[in-house]
C-alpha cells in the first residue's frame, strides 16, 4: 500500500490492524482518509487512525 510509512513501529502497527481487524481494513473511507491524509506525517496517521476512528468505523472496516 502506498501509504509512506517507513518507522518500524507504524509498519508493525499497520501489519498488527491487517492481521486483527482484516486484511482491507484500510478500505474502510475514514481509515483511508486518514491513512491518506498528506497533512500528517506518514508515521503519525497510525496514531491518528487510534485516536480518532470510532468502534462503529473499526466493526465496518471488519467487514471490508
Do not use: M
Not at 517507513?6 to 481509515?31: C, H, K, W, Y
Not at 482518509?33 to 508515521?43: F, Y
Amino acid at each position: 500500500r502506498h501509504y509512506e510509512l517507513t518507522g518500524e513501529s507504524s509498519i508493525i502497527a499497520f501489519v498488527a490492524l491487517t492481521l486483527e481487524v482484516g486484511q482491507n481494513f484500510d478500505q474502510q473511507p475514514r481509515i483511508r482518509s486518514i491513512l491518506a491524509d498528506k497533512s500528517v506525517a506518514p508515521n503519525q496517521r497510525i496514531d491518528a487512525l487510534i485516536q480518532e476512528v470510532s468502534p462503529d468505523e473499526w466493526e465496518e472496516a471488519a467487514r471490508c
